[in-house]
């Protein structure tokens, strides 16, 4: 029998959103390395570049790898005979580890949790409350996976209840595409299979949990070992998708997904629902346990392991452009992919201040700002510290608006 003390898991708590803000899982990192090398189109081989560039940068400077810091998500398998040390519930440990962690001084991170979701939506300024998941199992330890999920991988989540005898492939299939590239590839795909609708939803979302572990699959394919029918759809899913050529940023290329992630749960003869849940490029996720001998640990990965990568801007094959004296012939003639080097004055704007700037249209008022030939950054960075011009910030894939 082990006893968790009430700081000690708060504590882990915090460490691990912290940790993960800003040091990507490595067998995502090496994952993508792998990809970089096989990726034949110029464009998206750019994109994974400049993922991977910025993946170092955040290990070594500890800072964000996405503005979007993410839901707090933490599923926890919590053993029959343990004791907990506490005088709080353990939503509100979980709660206060979250608090402290996106709002330390050192490394704050985006609050972006509203309450009130139908009504007045107002931001709870801490990322509070967390999303818990909880599992009575085994044992005497406390198992715990914290992840951080961004807004615009989330909301490419997809529910179909299917008829048992339709084809999962071919729904995956005539999704993903409806996807856009508004969940940020190259990413991991999560599929639950089977349950009920909210069954189905927790096990794609945990599913992608998982170490990426396809390469190893296609091994023992190879090898002719016998594959269970969800691991036959996983080979078939990832080499399918990757062939629909979305590729890295939606810009086209041999890799879509890094993997694909499912999990199934016995279900009513008459039923077959499929959820379907995206990683994005921002992938955020770490797991430790708790035995009751302290805080948890965890383990900060070598900057040495990081694929030998980085992105530079190509001078020769770029266009220069000039805000301040931009024309909408200019703006037409760009192409996707393209690498444009901007300089000059840009505005920028988010949701908020997309919504306002429609509901003035609409009703015939003049707007603050002449937009005429002016460029929208859509992004909102976070706050920078003592020694930042800007913080980290990058431009929204979401096509929400």
């Given at each position: ?68 810091t993410g839901i707090a998500v933490v599923f926890l398998k919590v053993g029959m005979n343990v004791r907990w040390d506490s005088t709080l519930s353990v939503q509100e440990m979980v ?36 999303v818990v998941h909880y599992e009575i199992v085994e044992g005497d330890t406390v198992d715990i996976t914290c992840a951080a999920k961004g807004g615009g991988s989330e909301n490419k ?245």
């Amino acid at each position: 029998m082990s006893t968790i003390k009430q700081e000690d898991f708060i504590q882990s708590i915090a460490d691990a959103f912290q940790f993960i803000s800003y040091y990507h899982p490595l067998d995502y990192i090496q994952a993508l390395g792998e990809a970089y090398e096989r990726e034949e189109s110029p464009a998206a081989k750019d994109a994974i570049a400049q993922i991977l560039t910025n993946s170092r940068m955040c290990a070594e400077g500890h800072r964000p790898i996405c503005q979007d810091t993410g839901i707090a998500v933490v599923f926890l398998k919590v053993g029959m005979n343990v004791r907990w040390d506490s005088t709080l519930s353990v939503q509100e440990m979980v709660n206060e580890g979250v608090r402290r962690a996106y709002t330390d001084p050192d490394n704050k991170l985006r609050a972006s949790v509203l309450l009130d979701p139908a009504g007045a939506r107002k931001n709870s300024k801490d990322n509070t409350p967390a999303v818990v998941h909880y599992e009575i199992v085994e044992g005497d330890t406390v198992d715990i996976t914290c992840a951080a999920k961004g807004g615009g991988s989330e909301n490419k989540s997809k529910l179909v209840m299917l008829n048992p005898s339709d084809s999962i492939v071919d729904w995956v299939l005539k999704t993903l595409p409806t996807m856009g590239a508004g969940w940020c590839p190259p990413g991991i795909l999560g599929i639950g299979i089977g349950g009920t609708p909210e069954k189905a939803m927790l096990l794609a979302k945990e599913s992608l949990m998982g170490h990426v572990d396809i390469q190893e699959l296609q091994a023992r394919a190879a090898k002719g070992e016998t594959l269970t029918r969800v691991e036959e759809l996983r080979l078939e899913l990832f080499d399918k998708v990757n062939a629909l050529g979305i590729g890295a940023q939606g810009l086209g290329g041999l890799t879509t997904v890094l993997d694909v992630k499912i999990l199934d749960y016995p279900t009513h003869a008459a039923s077959l629902p499929v959820a379907m849940i995206p990683n994005c490029a921002a992938t955020r996720h770490v797991h430790f346990e708790l035995d009751g001998s302290g805080p948890a640990h965890l383990q900060a990965p070598r900057l040495e392991d990081w694929p030998a990568v980085t992105w530079q801007a190509d001078t020769d094959v770029a266009t220069r452009v000039d805000l301040n004296t931009l024309t909408t012939e200019q703006v037409s003639s760009w192409k996707p992919g393209q690498v444009l080097l901007l300089n000059g004055k840009m505005l920028t704007g988010r949701d908020a201040a997309h919504k306002r700037i429609a509901d003035m249209l609409a009703k015939g008022e003049k707007l603050p700002v002449d937009f005429t030939n002016r460029v929208i950054y859509y992004v909102g960075p976070l706050t920078p510290l003592v020694y930042e011009v800007v913080a980290p910030a990058g431009p929204t894939t979401a096509t929400r608006m």
